[in-house]
């Protein structure tokens, strides 16, 4: 059974989720700690987290910007709530 996402893990991953449905691109991890009214670095954290989880990828380390983008699991995840 699929372990079951945190309220604020599911909180980051809805965030991104409307973000890349109303803008056609992933949300800056800044936009993502404003629009949440958290730090970058727990912003980083949650995208982390989700990454390891198979909700989220990013692209390989020393490219930043707005490549995250959900998995199939991290969609489901957003249109199963």
């Known amino acids: ?3 079951q996402l945190k309220d604020n893990q ?3 991953l809805r965030f991104i989720y409307d973000y ?3 803008n056609d691109r992933a949300p800056a991890t800044k ?4 629009g949440l009214g958290i730090s970058m ?11 390891g989880q198979g909700n ?3 692209p390989a380390t020393g490219q930043y910007g ?3 983008a959900l998995t199939s699991k ?7 709530e």
């Open 56 to 58: 989220l990828t990013r």
């Open 31 to 34: 936009e993502i700690a404003k």
């Open 66 to 68: 707005r490549h995250l």
């Open 1 to 3: 059974m699929a372990r």
């Open 74 to 80: 991290g969609i489901l995840a957003c249109e199963g």
């Open 41 to 51: 670095s727990a912003a980083y954290e949650r995208i982390h987290h989700l990454c």
């Open 10 to 12: 599911m909180r980051t």
């Open 20 to 22: 890349i449905k109303s």
